[in-house]
């Protein structure tokens, strides 16, 4: 089913290890009843977890996309999953320019978009005025060449933006370069995300979390009631163990490494060098940066010298640095 190359709509399988961290990190608290979206749903991978989260009985399955084959197989995982009560609401069509379910407010959407997708034979009915409040950060232009990145996952950041109940939450698979590009739509979704108080918080994840794409991913929680005095960015690249799964590198969490970034996200942890907890404030200063790394304090060690110890250190770098400068006046010479 999950091609090495995604087939023609870029499908790949979400790994359970970041299905389950977007499930646990959405869902902390009793949930009595919900709609569940997601608009490029792929097989449900991320519809499952979330639901099963929540609780079968306790949630409606809404989804679009594509690929017949991909709807096919999720009304399949619906039927296995005690969720047939949500078969209707799986629906085989294009989520970007006639979106099924437009109409909708949901209360939890989760999402692994496609990151280049080919739009562009609808590119341009895209700005039109009637797209204008849904895609309102702006349409990504068609690369000249078509084996640059499409970059159409920016339009699904949007749709699900727009998608949101008013105490809605969401969780995005994106590629990690979203999270710091300075200027464009990426930089525009940012603002707006830090203006209206929405980012409860980011992980980036390992690289080859992915066994079948190369492209680093971080996860974006957007939450409509986030505590903007406390978002909290995790920084999970260096966790993980590389296995080879076929012809592709691999990393593998942990149940203990999962549970790291959960608890991170959830309990508003700062650990050093791994996750910290910042202010809406701080965020627009690192010019709406949403990576950890770039809050995390550089930390310098001291050492106590004497003066007489400085002066010897320096006589000694001193010499040795124009014993340098003789041997490469003598090589420039050979040259």
């Known amino acids: 089913y999950n091609s090495d190359s995604g087939g023609k709509y870029a499908e790949y399988y979400t ?46 399955i809404y989804s679009e996309d594509i690929s017949q084959k991909s709807a096919n197989m999720l009304r399949l995982n619906l039927i296995l999953n005690n969720l047939q009560h949500s078969i209707p609401n799986i629906i085989k069509g294009n989520t970007i320019l006639q979106p099924a379910h437009l109409e909708k407010k949901f209360d939890y959407i989760v999402s692994n978009p496609p990151f280049k997708l080919d739009f ?38 949007q749709h699900i933006m727009y998608s949101l109940d008013t105490k809605g939450k969401a969780a995005i698979v994106v590629p990690t370069g979203f999270i710091t590009a300075q200027s464009g739509i990426e930089r ?13 918080g980011v992980v980036s994840m390992p690289s080859n979390i992915f066994a079948s794409t190369g492209t680093n991913v971080s996860i974006v929680f957007i939450d409509k009631e986030a505590d903007s005095e406390k978002i909290v960015l995790v920084d999970a690249s260096k966790l993980g163990q590389t296995i080879k799964e076929g012809k592709n590198q691999k990393t593998v969490l942990t149940a203990t490494e999962e549970q790291r970034i959960i608890d991170a996200m959830n309990q508003k942890k700062a650990e050093e060098d791994f996750s910290v907890v910042v202010t809406k404030e701080e965020v627009m200063a690192k010019n709406y940066s949403f990576s950890a790394g770039q809050y995390f304090e550089v930390k310098i060690e001291y050492v106590e010298i004497s003066a007489g ?20 006046n003598e090589l420039d010479k050979k040259i």
């Open 120 to 157: 562009s034979d609808y590119q341009a009915d895209l700005t039109k005025d009637s797209f204008k409040e849904r895609f309102f950060a702006g349409v990504p232009n068609i690369p000249k060449s078509k084996k640059e990145s499409m970059a159409i996952y920016l339009l699904f950041i």
């Open 188 to 200: 525009k979704i940012r603002e707006a995300l830090i203006e209206r108080n929405w980012l409860r």
């Open 15 to 60: 790994p359970h290890a970041v299905a389950r961290i977007m499930a646990a990190i959405l869902v902390n608290e009793e949930v009595k009843s919900a709609k569940v979206y997601d608009p490029s749903a792929g097989s449900g991978t991320l519809l499952m977890n979330i639901a099963h989260a929540i609780g079968e009985k306790n949630c409606t």
């Open 309 to 328: 110890e400085f002066a010897q250190k320096m006589q000694t770098y001193e010499s040795n640095l124009s014993q340098l400068f003789a041997e490469g």
